[in-house]
């Protein structure tokens, strides 16, 4: 509601004369919502509705499905709080750092699925996730960062959908790209309205507030913010970029260790107890003793090799799998 103050002011042309009564509307600017801060509600309000937006356009248009969309477009709902890290207190940090530990381990099923953990790792590791984000995480933000610093900037956009895109692998490489652009997108989204609420249209003329400029930048003040803001950036490039690699990898080397430490089948004693003579409790050694190098008829330790059956004379393969014979 506007608070509008009406002084009335007497200004008396000439002695002789009557008074008369002048009106003057003063309005007071920071009542007005134009030239307020754009808040906790309007933010996470905006970039819902940016949000639902994003997910009809991905559903209707790029052919995603609606599981996928609906999730992009509560990332980007979300990811519109993200900015507010790096205030000293109240709302904003605590809803931004609980939404975000709240989401961030259910996001990473899929990548600690193919890091091969277990169902109580992967508990384990949502538990240390929470922990690490709800208060370590704050509590860094809270010591080195300042409000409207480089965490508000064009190259955080980035870093905030690169880590999306790093949590969240998928085999589709589009649907991993459309959720990681959704975070980037709400991050936008609270960057331009800070920029919006900046600029005062009161009183029939434009003017920047000194705010004005400290929200969509590339650059901050000190050299050093900026070189850390961008050596993140490179090395999330690099990883983002050799991800599909390092999961191969990884996935490999999780099916090696797995065929390593494998427990053999107990039906066959060959490979729990390969020596006849050591005690076997499930399997005497009478049951299972190795033939005699004379003897040709298979045991229990002995395997045939396999032969290829003799060629059929008079024939050739046809490319349809059949024989004709020339």
């Given at each position: 509601?506007?608070?509008?103050?009406?002084?009335?002011?007497?200004?008396?042309?000439?002695?002789?004369?009557?008074?008369?009564?002048?009106?003057?509307?003063?309005?007071?600017?920071?009542?007005?919502?134009?030239?307020?801060?754009?808040?906790?509600?309007t933010h996470i309000s905006t970039s819902t509705m940016?949000?639902?937006?994003?997910?009809?356009?991905?559903?209707?248009?790029?052919?995603?499905?609606?599981?996928?969309?609906?999730?992009?477009?509560?990332?980007?709902?979300?990811?519109?709080?993200?900015?507010?890290?790096?205030?000293?207190?109240?709302?904003?940090?605590?809803?931004?750092?609980?939404?975000?530990?709240?989401?961030?381990?259910?996001?990473?099923?899929?990548?600690?699925?193919?890091?091969?953990?277990?169902?109580?790792?992967?508990?384990?590791?949502?538990?240390?996730?929470?922990?690490?984000?709800?208060?370590?995480?704050?509590?860094?933000?809270?010591?080195?960062?300042?409000?409207?610093?480089?965490?508000?900037?064009?190259?955080?956009?980035?870093?905030?959908?690169?880590?999306?895109?790093?949590?969240?692998?998928?085999?589709?490489?589009?649907?991993?790209?459309?959720?990681?652009?959704?975070?980037?997108?709400?991050?936008?989204?609270?960057?331009?309205?800070?920029?919006?609420?900046?600029?005062?249209?009161?009183?029939?003329?434009?003017?920047?507030?000194?705010?004005?400029?400290?929200?969509?930048?590339?650059?901050?003040?000190?050299?050093?913010?900026?070189?850390?803001?961008?050596?993140?950036?490179?090395?999330?490039?690099?990883?983002?970029?050799?991800?599909?690699?390092?999961?191969?990898?990884?996935?490999?080397?999780?099916?090696?260790?797995?065929?390593?430490?494998?427990?053999?089948?107990?039906?066959?004693?060959?490979?729990?107890?390969?020596?006849?003579?050591?005690?076997?409790?499930?399997?005497?050694?009478?049951?299972?003793?190795?033939p005699s190098p004379a003897s040709t008829a298979p045991?229990?330790?002995?395997?045939?090799?396999?032969?290829?059956?003799?060629?059929?004379?008079?024939?050739?393969?046809?490319?349809?799998?059949?024989?004709?014979?020339?």
């Amino acid at each position: 509601m506007l608070r509008t103050r009406v002084d009335v002011l007497w200004i008396a042309r000439s002695p002789p004369k009557r008074l008369r009564p002048s009106l003057r509307l003063a309005v007071s600017n920071s009542s007005l919502p134009c030239s307020a801060l754009a808040g906790f509600k309007t933010h996470i309000s905006t970039s819902t509705m940016v949000g639902v937006a994003y997910g009809y356009w991905g559903a209707t248009d790029q052919g995603m499905s609606l599981e996928s969309a609906l999730l992009a477009g509560g990332l980007c709902s979300v990811s519109g709080m993200l900015p507010d890290l790096d205030s000293d207190s109240g709302v904003p940090l605590r809803e931004t750092s609980m939404f975000l530990a709240a989401i961030a381990p259910m996001l990473m099923i899929d990548r600690w699925r193919d890091m091969g953990l277990s169902h109580e790792s992967m508990a384990l590791a949502a538990m240390l996730i929470y922990i690490a984000i709800r208060f370590v995480a704050v509590e860094f933000f809270r010591r080195y960062t300042v409000h409207r610093g480089m965490w508000h900037s064009i190259p955080a956009a980035l870093i905030a959908g690169l880590i999306a895109y790093l949590l969240m692998p998928s085999p589709s490489e589009g649907i991993r790209v459309y959720k990681s652009l959704a975070v980037f997108v709400g991050f936008m989204t609270h960057l331009i309205l800070d920029e919006i609420w900046s600029i005062d249209f009161s009183r029939g003329r434009l003017r920047t507030k000194k705010s004005f400029g400290t929200a969509l930048k590339f650059f901050g003040s000190g050299w050093w913010v900026n070189f850390m803001v961008y050596a993140k950036l490179g090395v999330l490039i690099y990883f983002a970029h050799n991800d599909h690699a390092i999961l191969d990898r990884m996935r490999q080397r999780i099916r090696l260790d797995r065929e390593q430490y494998t427990i053999p089948n107990p039906e066959n004693p060959n490979f729990m107890y390969p020596n006849p003579g050591y005690p076997n409790p499930v399997y005497p050694a009478s049951e299972f003793q190795p033939p005699s190098p004379a003897s040709t008829a298979p045991g229990p330790w002995q395997s045939v090799p396999w032969q290829a059956p003799p060629p059929v004379p008079n024939q050739v393969a046809q490319p349809d799998g059949s024989f004709s014979r020339y």
